[in-house]
T-cell receptor, first 113, second 111 residues
Framework: KAGVTQTPRYLIKTRGQQVTLSCSPI?????VSWYQQTPGQGLQFLFE???????NKGNFPGRFSGRQFSNSRSEMNVSTLELGDSALYLC????????????FGPGTRLTVT | EDKVVQSPLSLVVHEGDTVTLNCSYE??????LLWYKQEKKAPTFLFML????IEKKSGRLSSILDKKELSSILNITATQTGDSAIYLC???????????FGQGTRLTINP
């Protein structure tokens, strides 16, 4: 069974631009969660989607948004990028959305210059 | 605000040593405490602890939760270079499908 895949793996953007990251969950998994990991803040929860609906949201500004498609693939969008958005963005999938059953993807390393 | 704190943030030991990593939490509606190992990018699940005082064990790794002290420890005995990684703990919030993570402990095992 293929694991969680994320594209692109690396990305360099300029301040003010926007970016879209993609996550393909394990086949059959309906829940996708997104996390931001930085050296200073650690791993922080962004949001979770289940069957195309956002069920939970972390404490991030509205510049961070996401969506999930009918095939469970999910995208995360960050608008008006700031230097502080430089981070590793991880997505995790599970069948029911139960966090301890999550499988993490390899992440997308975003650098904002 | 829900908070999880890990200590130490960084640890360097020699192969064969035993290490203890600490995790404390202050969250509302605590349900469980989870430990992950992150080697390259993707964290992999190690343990989930829900009941206080019951040790979970997997090979050389073990962990225990103390709900009175709002903390957990992860022990690794007879460390190997392959144990070098970032170890993350996270609190699972009751009723919410989300985890609150600590900053992680970067463990380096030198041969």
């Amino acid at each position: 069974k293929a694991g969680v895949t994320q594209t692109p793996r690396y990305l360099i953007k300029t301040r003010g631009q926007q970016v879209t990251l993609s996550c393909s969950p394990i086949s059959g998994h309906r829940s996708v969660s997104w996390y931001q990991q930085t050296p200073g803040q650690g791993l922080q929860f962004l949001f979770e989607y289940f069957s195309e609906t956002q069920r939970n949201k972390g404490n991030f500004p509205g510049r961070f948004s996401g969506r999930q498609f009918s095939n469970s693939r999910s995208e995360m969008n960050v608008s008006t990028l700031e230097l502080g958005d430089s981070a590793l963005y991880l997505c995790a999938s599970s069948f029911t959305g139960t966090p301890y059953e999550q499988y993490f993807g390899p992440g997308t390393r975003l650098t904002v210059t | 605000e829900d908070k999880v704190v890990q200590s130490p943030l960084s640890l360097v030991v020699h192969e064969g040593d035993t290490v203890t990593l600490n995790c404390s939490y202050e969250v509302t509606n605590f349900r469980s405490l989870l430990w992950y190992k992150q080697e390259k990018k993707a964290p992999t699940f190690l343990f989930m602890l829900t009941s206080s005082g019951i040790e979970k064990k997997s090979g050389r790794l073990s962990s225990i939760l103390d709900k009175k002290e709002l903390s957990s420890i992860l022990n690794i005995t007879a460390t190997q270079t392959g144990d070098s990684a970032i170890y993350l703990c996270a609190a699972l919030i009751q009723g919410a499908q989300k985890l609150v993570f600590g900053q992680g402990t970067r463990l380096t095992i030198n041969p």
